[in-house]
């Protein structure tokens, strides 16, 4: 198989399609990757070769943005078409087996689906998102920049969900016959976490990606945790300097720092309800503590499905320390948000998303001929 990988600067959706990528090459495929430039380096790290746009707009998703700035710079690449017609252009010129488009790219999706590829739509969080998603506020912005993101979504044959059913927002709903539920795929090796006791690892990560209070957020956090008898290993990502914290002793702070180094390790996740992140975390049975940094994303949706399982809190951004100290403290003790993080735990590793995804595209019955 090859496939043609087309994807966006939106943080935690990038994952998902190398882990994809992974599984293709080790079953002797080939993929490579059209994005934007500030993906170059993690995609050619994970081994993959990168294609810059040429034709779309360029998009740093760690820039600083007020909240409707975002949402407007945000959906214009959302829409841009000219991500398309790169797509079409990059499958044309290397043999393509199919075209794997990030539902975020509702532009590229009617690009290369006008175009006859086959394609299949990567959707890295909650389906049930993505449709109110389309319908709501953003989607509303997406036509006023030329789309129309709920045909887009519904265009491809093929729609792989990277998450459980039952984290759906709806999870008993009737969906299309092309939405297919591949489940949570495996960032690190699927073992369960061994936490010290005696000293309990808090890992705090607030998104790669750059929100309006994550500063703050990351600060209540950080407050809430001093003094605390635990270890505390914070991320800031590109979008806020490290300096620019008040750190406690019992704390260390990184910019980058692959979360896989310290899971297997950790007792607790304070995360902004990213569904990466998220999933990540309850692999290891990790229980999570969800601070949503947008309310027009798929975080308060993520944070109510942890709280549903019983695997986690949820509270605002605009939290205190004090607040988010007592949910600390309760998420350490062995309650019953533990038990509920480990028993999710034991089925996310039952098995590995990836490897049903790629048997979908290896056996599904494209419309369109081999590009």
Request: charged fraction near 20%.
């Amino acid at each position: 198989m090859h496939a043609l990988f087309v994807t966006i600067d939106g943080g935690g959706n990038l994952p998902p399609a190398l882990l994809l990528a992974r599984e293709i090459t080790r079953r002797g495929g080939t993929a490579r990757f059209l994005g934007h430039a500030t993906q170059r380096a993690a995609i050619e790290r994970a081994g993959f070769h990168f294609l810059p746009y040429t034709r779309g707009r360029e998009y740093d998703s760690a820039a600083p943005r007020s909240t409707a700035s975002g949402l407007w710079q945000m959906t214009g690449v959302f829409a841009d078409r000219g991500i398309g017609r790169d797509a079409v252009a990059a499958a044309r010129r290397e043999p393509t087996d199919v075209v794997v488009v990030d539902c975020l790219l509702w532009g590229a999706l009617e690009e290369t689906n006008a175009a006859g590829l086959p394609v299949a739509q990567l959707v890295h969080t909650l389906w049930d998102y993505f449709v109110r998603n389309t319908a709501g506020p953003v989607g509303w912005v997406g036509r006023v920049h030329g789309a129309h993101p709920p045909r887009a979504m519904r265009t491809p044959s093929l729609s792989l969900v990277t998450v459980r059913p039952d984290f759906e927002i709806t999870p008993d709903a009737v969906r299309p016959a092309a939405v297919r539920h591949v489940g949570v795929l495996w960032q690190d090796p699927p073992v369960e976490a061994r936490p010290d006791t005696a000293r309990p690892r808090v890992l705090v990560s607030l998104s790669t990606a750059s929100f309006p209070g994550q500063q703050r957020a990351l600060q209540h956090s950080l407050d809430a945790l001093a003094g605390l008898p635990v270890e505390v290993v914070a991320t800031t990502g590109p979008s806020i300097d490290p300096a620019d914290l008040r750190v406690p002793r019992n704390a260390v702070v990184h910019r980058h720092l692959d979360h896989g180094e310290v899971l297997p390790r950790t007792s607790l996740v304070i995360g902004h309800g990213g569904h990466g992140t998220t999933m990540r975390a309850l692999t290891h049975g990790v229980p999570v503590l969800v601070l949503p940094m947008h309310p027009l994303l798929d975080q308060p949706a993520i944070g109510r499905a942890v709280v549903r399982h019983g695997a986690g809190r949820v509270l605002s951004k605009r939290a205190r320390p004090a607040p988010i100290r007592a949910a600390v403290e309760a998420l350490l003790a062995d309650g019953p948000e533990r038990a509920g993080a480990a028993h999710l735990g034991r089925e996310i590793r039952t098995q590995d998303g990836a490897t049903q995804a790629v048997d979908l595209l290896a056996s599904h019955q494209w419309e369109s001929v081999r590009v």
